[in-house]
Nanobody, 124 residues
Framework: QVQLVESGGGLVQAGGSLRLSCVAS??????AGWFRQAPGKEREFVAG????????DYADSVKGRFTISRDNVKMTVYLQMNSLKPEDTARYYC???????????????????WGQGTQVTVSS
């Protein structure tokens, strides 16, 4: 069992930036990712990263604007979000897997642990 706690969400104007953090309760986990879900919408993949951080993947909608990174010493995964758009408004969830299933996992079923989420609201 791993507890994931997200933070860093908030209300920002379009074009602004936020950095989300996800802290894991245990040191050992492999792939990590960020997902988001807006009201009435399906949960969607945002970004993923492997253990070493040298492999990343992004949804087309955020590529070039968001950056995922991790600090394994701090047991933390980050999502730097720049040039935010109103359509980025959603609750953002951190996910992690303790086992290796590939360099980056886009599907939510590939992750074992999930945080409670942090709300990101982008005003127009």
């Amino acid at each position: 069992q791993v507890q994931l706690v997200e933070s860093g969400g908030g209300l920002v104007q379009a074009g602004g930036s936020l950095r989300l953090s996800c802290v894991a309760s245990r040191r050992t986990f492999s792939s990590a990712g960020w997902f988001r879900q807006a009201p009435g919408k399906e949960r969607e993949f945002v970004a993923g990263i492997n253990w070493s951080g040298d492999r990343t993947d992004y949804a087309d909608s955020v590529k070039g604007r968001f950056t995922i990174s991790r600090d394994n010493v701090k047991m933390t995964v980050y999502l730097q979000m720049n040039s935010l758009k109103p359509e980025d408004t959603a609750r953002y969830y951190c996910a992690a897997s303790p086992v290796y299933r590939g360099p980056v996992i886009r599907s939510g079923v590939g992750y074992d642990y999930w945080g409670q989420g942090t709300q990101v609201t982008v005003s127009s």
